[in-house]
């Protein structure tokens, strides 16, 4: 009788125990800005949610991950030195950081990337190409790289901005080289696994993304043309997974400085959005279809418009609709149905501008990329609706850009110079 209250009581304390979401990677645990296991309140109390921490950061762009109670953030001494540091999410205080000497400079100063963590191991690059992949454990490198270096790639204007995507074991990153355009690493002895063949296009800021097609693992990654030199050429291409072998191109969106990354929508569908379309600061957003014949696959380009338009973060998708801020002569949060039809044609919705968006629990997380204030809204077709809103920094004309991350109900939100936690679950 004892062991049957044992063990029943065993079985319910595991059935109450809420699994904690983790956020180990750039844009969430399917790289596509969502967490639909997310606890969040549909409501906040006037003065905004519990501010649980803040912490101070220098100058950058960099988003952070979490993995369990840690969160890791590459931060940067501009200048001078990457420093990638592990905070503890409940009380915001330093756990502990490793560093190494990275000298140069480039506009907009500061990190760029969101490191990527399992419950071993942390991957990271820096602005200036440095790749590596530190130990939980030991806190000291595993291994390093540079990818400018080995592949030959020149730095980008603004910076290296890769964060890396993991497959399996190995971990994957876009050098954009002379050498080799996208590469594979064993993710524990940094061993090349595979290099794909060069992309036509430049060196820009894409971050690879990973996508089902056809029943096939792919990496997807955009390259973007050059306005000045019509030889070196736009494409969004897709590498298999486990060699690196191309399996289809496509040219059509002539971008010249993509940053946000494709958007997998479901098995046969990828969504691209971008603001430097044929040869200027333009909004463009496109479907394609890429259908599976045997060994080969066939590109359809279901549609396109040029009324919409993300610069820096990819769409977030909710019921059959995308929303993203858009960044063409109209500004502000947009929503598209999966057929290219604008459904907030007649509504006034706020520009958000370069700030970024998280869908949780059916609620769309927003970041105002001008103030750093912090939007609750409702995705709906019919209409902008704004549930909450907070003012979160006091400092304005800053560039809030980085993405978001979200854990146990915990959202981690920044500024140029500092990063704070918001309580979303207990507000």
């Known amino acids: 009788m004892k062991r049957s209250v044992l063990f029943l009581t065993l079985i319910l304390a595991i059935a109450c125990t809420e699994t904690r979401a983790e956020w180990p990677q750039y844009l969430g645990p399917n790289r596509n800005a969502s967490e639909p296991e997310a606890r969040l309140a549909k409501a906040w109390p006037e003065r905004g949610p519990r501010k649980l921490w803040s912490f101070s950061l220098g100058t950058g762009y960099g988003g952070a991950s979490i993995q369990g109670r840690d969160v890791f953030i590459l931060d940067r001494i501009v200048g001078k030195t990457d420093i990638l540091r592990c905070i503890d999410l409940e009380s915001g205080k330093e756990k502990w950081n490793f560093s190494y000497d990275a000298p140069g400079k480039h ?87 595979w290099a794909s063949r060069k992309l036509s296009g430049h060196s820009c800021h894409v971050s690879p993304i990973l996508a089902s097609i056809g029943g096939v693992d792919q990496v997807i990654m955009i390259s973007p043309c050059d306005r000045k030199d019509e030889t070196i050429k736009n494409e969004v291409v897709a590498f298999h997974a486990s060699s690196g072998r191309p399996l289809w ?92 039809k604008l459904a907030w044609e007649k509504e006034s919705a706020p520009s958000f501008h370069l700030g970024a968006m998280a869908l949780a629990a059916g609620l769309i997380l927003c970041q105002n990329g001008t103030n750093g204030d ?42 140029s110079n500092q990063m704070i936690c918001l309580d979303l679950q207990n507000p």
Request: proline fraction near 6%.
């Open 107 to 193: 506009p907009h100063p500061g990190s760029r990337s969101v490191p990527t963590v399992d419950e071993e191991y942390i991957w990271m690059v820096g602005p200036f190409g440095h790749f590596h992949c530190v130990s939980r454990k030991t806190r000291q490198a595993v291994w390093k790289e540079n990818l400018l270096e080995e592949f030959e790639a020149e730095k980008p204007g603004w910076g290296v901005a890769q964060s890396p995507l993991l497959y399996r074991d190995t971990t994957i990153v876009a050098p954009q080289g002379d050498k080799a355009g996208v590469v594979a690493f064993d993710k524990r002895t940094g061993l090349l696994r």
């Open 249 to 340: 191109t496509y040219h059509g969106l002539t971008s010249f400085a993509c940053i946000a990354p494709a958007t997998a929508i479901d098995d046969s569908r990828i969504f691209l959005t971008d603001c430097s379309y044929n040869g200027s600061y333009k909004p463009v957003s496109i479907m394609l279809e890429i259908t599976r014949k045997g060994d080969s696959f066939v590109v359809k380009e279901l549609w396109k418009t040029e009324e919409v338009g993300s610069k820096i973060h990819p769409a977030v998708l909710h019921d059959g609709f995308l929303y993203l801020n858009n960044c063409g002569k109209a500004k502000g949060m947009m929503c598209l149905s999966l057929d290219g």
């Open 374 to 415: 912090l939007h609750l809204i409702e995705p709906n077709p019919n209409g902008y609706r704004e549930l909450a809103k907070v003012e979160l920094f006091s400092l304005k004309g800053d560039e809030p850009w980085a993405p978001l991350a979200l854990s146990d109900g915990k959202l981690l939100v920044r500024n």
